[in-house]
């Protein structure tokens, strides 16, 4: 088992930034990929990005080059820093954990609770 809480999510002004985390216990950290996903009211779930155990990064195309995600595997944590944010860009953002690197929610067997981004215009 795992166990994800997120943190840092709030309000911001379009054009600025925020970085979240995600504190993991459990299991060992390292052994997983690590995702960040967000839901948008009436929107399904979709991909932002995620890191290998490797250190292989992915995003999706509406984040890439605003969005960096960053893990500290001694500190069991997975941060996301958002530059440049949008008011599209609001939504609960959540953090996973799972065994293969893809870009849908069911690769991902543990969830955090998810903490709210809202980007005001």
């Known amino acids: 088992q795992v166990q994800l809480v997120e943190s840092g999510g709030g309000l911001v002004q379009a054009g600025g930034s925020l970085r979240l985390s995600c504190a993991a216990s459990g299991r060992t950290f390292s052994n997983y990929v690590m995702g960040w996903f967000r839901q948008a009211p009436g929107k399904e779930r979709e991909f932002v990005a995620a890191?290998?155990?490797?250190?292989?990064?992915t995003y999706a195309d509406s984040v890439k080059g605003r969005f960096t995600i960053s893990s500290d595997n001694a500190k069991n944590t997975v941060y996301l820093q958002m530059n440049s944010l949008k008011p599209e860009d609001t939504a609960v953002y959540s953090c996973?954990?799972?065994?293969?690197?893809?870009?849908?929610?069911?690769?991902?067997?543990?969830w955090g609770q998810g903490t709210q981004v809202t980007v005001s215009s």
């Open positions: 890191v290998s155990r490797s250190g292989i990064r």
């Open positions: 996973a954990a799972g065994s293969i690197m893809m870009r849908i929610p069911g690769a991902y067997n543990y």
